[in-house]
């Protein structure tokens, strides 16, 4: 069956650093394209990095931007969010979430568990 799992969340000082890894399976990887979102509490779920299926496109949310990397190992089916400078305001849980668009009225989205990522000194 299909599975997310993400992995690599925790606690870090502001200004620090945390990767996360999601690991997937049950699914043809390199055909779906990649995203990690995140939700705070009391907050709507919000897009934070997206990746193309083959890495050739990469998209941020404002707030992540420069801070925030995604890349993909397609030999590995894994996705990674490489997470710098994390402030405050970053602290959430993180999903990770594979779609693919076939056509018309077809989607496909599968999404892992979470992970949490806390932000404080």
């Known amino acids: 069956q299909v599975q997310l799992v993400e992995s690599g969340g925790g606690l870090v000082q502001p200004g620090g650093s945390l990767r996360l890894s999601c690991a997937a399976s049950?699914?043809?990887?390199?055909?779906?394209?990649m995203r990690w979102h995140r939700q705070a509490p009391g907050k709507e779920r919000e897009l934070v990095a997206g990746?193309?299926?083959?890495?050739?496109?990469?998209n941020y949310a404002d707030s992540v931007k420069g801070r925030f990397t995604i890349f993909r190992d397609n030999a590995k089916n894994t996705v990674y969010l490489q997470m710098n400078s994390l402030k405050p305001e970053d602290t959430a849980v993180y999903y990770c979430?594979?779609?693919?668009?076939?056509?018309?009225?077809?989607?496909?989205?599968?999404w892992g568990q979470g992970t949490q990522v806390t932000v404080s000194s």
């Open positions: 990746i193309g299926s083959n890495g050739g496109s990469r």
């Open positions: 979430n594979a779609r693919r668009v076939p056509g018309p009225n077809r989607v496909y989205d599968y």
């Open positions: 049950g699914f043809t990887f390199n055909t779906y394209a």
